[in-house]
């Protein structure tokens, strides 16, 4: 599915071409049947957690609302903050919940069609004017639920570390030396991004 990229990256940069190699072929999958109100909630929940607390504050969540698959923004709306607390979200959590899921039901977050017409500088501008959402968690967005692969998010520490480790460098890179690090990465630098997790991820 990124051989493309993988080629294009390997030309372009020695040192990622080396962990292309050591890695193996990019497995980002787009979640396509996940609405961006879906996406967004669930990235708000991964906030400053480790996967495992996030899936579980998740699944006590969805257990709040029974027969849904996944709370509609309308139950979420009327739904008291004590009750979305009781499943382990903080208060500011909850308020970047209640607030997606209003933002939904008013339209100002798009439908998946929508998403797919606006760039990924005008879905930054626009979701981040959500309580609670700010650039890493639209990235993370646009990444693994829309596919969008030229989306380097500088702000993310796990980037930064993989960076590091892979180049050499004693300190980590500042996010504006990344983003002109990550010039030669365009216009694939989602997978750069993707193999700098990888590399974080190896012993």
């Known amino acids: 599915m990124h051989r493309d990229a993988e080629l294009h990256l390997a030309k372009a940069d020695r040192v990622l071409a080396r962990v292309i190699r050591e890695v193996g072929p990019c497995t980002i999958r787009p979640r396509r049947n996940c609405p961006p109100y879906q996406s967004l909630v669930q990235a708000v929940a991964h906030q400053q957690l480790n996967g495992t607390a996030a899936q579980t504050i998740l699944k006590r969540f969805i257990a709040l609302f029974p027969g849904e698959q996944f709370p509609s923004p309308e139950a979420v709306v009327s739904a008291p903050d004590e009750r979305l607390r009781s499943a382990g979200l903080s208060r500011a959590k909850t308020a970047a919940i ?5 933002q939904t039901t008013t339209g100002h977050v ?94």
């Open 98 to 102: 209640k607030d997606i899921a209003r």
């Open 110 to 203: 798009p439908t998946r069609r929508d998403a797919a017409r606006l760039s990924d500088e005008e879905l930054v501008a626009r979701l981040t004017e959500i309580r609670g959402v700010g650039p890493w968690t639209v990235e993370m967005f646009l990444i693994f639920t829309l596919g969008r692969r030229d989306v380097l998010p500088v702000g993310d520490y796990g980037v930064r570390c993989g960076f590091a480790k892979a180049y050499g460098w004693r300190e980590l890179p500042t996010p504006k030396e990344l983003l002109a690090e990550g010039e030669r990465w365009r216009p694939y630098r989602s997978i750069a991004a993707w193999y700098m997790w990888r590399v974080l991820d190896a012993k």
